[in-house]
């Protein structure tokens, strides 16, 4: 079974540009989540989408920070514009359904912001 | 908001056994606890998920009380290579991690 896809792997930018992040998840998975981990703490919840619609984005910064799930598959997370403290590792994590299925993460994108 | 509590460290030695207590206080009646391994610049990796007495599988077991307020998580002879950080994992309104154990095994 093929694991959770993400890209890029690494990623550099300058504050107040812009960066995308692109996760596919393992295929039939309707449930994936996009975490933020920064340095030394544990991964924080962004959104949640359950096939291609949010679950939950409470912890989404939306005034800079956008998800979409375009039929249901691939997702991409958005950062504009970037600030320094966005330097972190984003997460991306599949599931058959809901918590009380094992997710399955990906190896992350590292961002960052200088 | 109810959030996990971990030990923040844990040092032991090639060949132990090694437990790690969790506590989740508020724990709903119908989830599951979770418990992740993760590694430098890698993702988290699913070790092992139960719901109440004792869960086994080829990794580790999983112990939890009867009321379900905390579980602790025991990895038999530790070896040099279960060096990482470990977390629990539940659902209290929102998925939360603990700030997760760092586990120190020496030769």
């Known amino acids: 079974e093929a694991g959770v896809a993400q890209s890029p792997r690494y990623k550099i930018i300058e504050k107040r540009q812009s960066v995308a992040f692109w996760c596919n998840p393992i295929?039939?998975?309707?449930?994936l989540y996009w975490y933020q981990q920064i340095l030394g703490q544990g991964p924080k919840l962004l959104i949640q989408?359950?096939?291609?619609?949010?679950?939950?984005d409470s912890q989404l910064p939306k005034d800079r920070f956008s998800a979409e799930r375009l039929k249901g598959v691939d997702s991409t997370l958005k950062i504009q514009p970037a600030k320094l403290e966005d330097s972190a590792v984003y997460l991306c994590?599949?599931?058959?359904?809901?918590?009380?299925?094992?997710?399955?993460f990906g190896s992350g994108t590292r961002l960052t912001v200088v | 908001l109810a959030k996990t509590t971990q030990p923040i460290s844990m040092d032991s030695y090639e060949g132990q056994e090694v437990n790690i207590t969790c506590s989740h206080n508020?724990?709903?009646?119908?989830?599951?606890i979770t418990w992740y391994q993760q590694f430098p610049s890698q993702g988290p990796r699913f070790i092992i998920q139960?719901?109440?007495t004792k869960v086994t599988n080829e990794v580790a077991s999983l112990f939890i009380p009867a009321d379900r307020k905390s579980s602790t998580l025991s990895l038999p002879r530790v070896s040099l290579s279960d060096t990482a950080v470990y977390y629990c994992?539940?659902?209290?309104?929102?998925?939360?991690f603990g700030q997760g154990t760092e586990l120190s095994v020496k030769p």
């Open positions: 994590a599949s599931s058959y359904g809901g918590f009380n299925y094992g997710y399955t």
């Open positions: 295929s039939g998975h309707a449930t």
């Open positions: 989408f359950q096939n291609n619609g949010v679950v939950d």
């Open positions: 508020n724990i709903a009646t119908n989830d599951y």
């Open positions: 139960g719901y109440k």
């Open positions: 994992l539940v659902r209290e309104g929102k998925l939360i």
